[in-house]
């Protein structure tokens, strides 16, 4: 029964990092997407009275994606050492004394 629960709970953090792996993936080409767009059709976004290019918008959303994916990469690690586990303290407030 234990090998059973155990091979489950693999596999749900397998699909549950396989999720998070493709959305900041999707994030990187948005944002290659938009860099792209913006560069062919001259889009630009005024900024506190300047004109900022729609492509540094894009290349500031490819960044944030990056910084994503590296952030998945040490999630994965943490959660697949083998003293990680499950604790309901970690979502409660705690108490300032």
Do not use: D, W
């Not at 397998?14 to 999707?26: D, E, I, P």
């Not at 300047?50 to 944030?64: F, K, N």
């Amino acid at each position: 029964m234990k090998n059973l629960n155990q091979s489950t709970i693999l596999r749900q953090k397998a699909l549950t990092l396989t999720v998070l792996f493709g959305s900041a993936l999707f994030i990187i080409f948005l944002g290659m997407f938009f860099c792209a767009f913006s560069f062919f059709n001259n889009i630009s976004f005024k900024v506190l009275n300047s004109q900022i290019p729609g492509v540094i918008l894009g290349l500031l959303v490819i960044y944030l994606g990056i910084r994503y994916y590296f952030s998945v990469g040490r999630l994965k690690e943490e959660v697949y050492k083998s003293t990680s586990g499950f604790c309901l303290n970690h979502f409660m407030k705690e108490k300032k004394k």
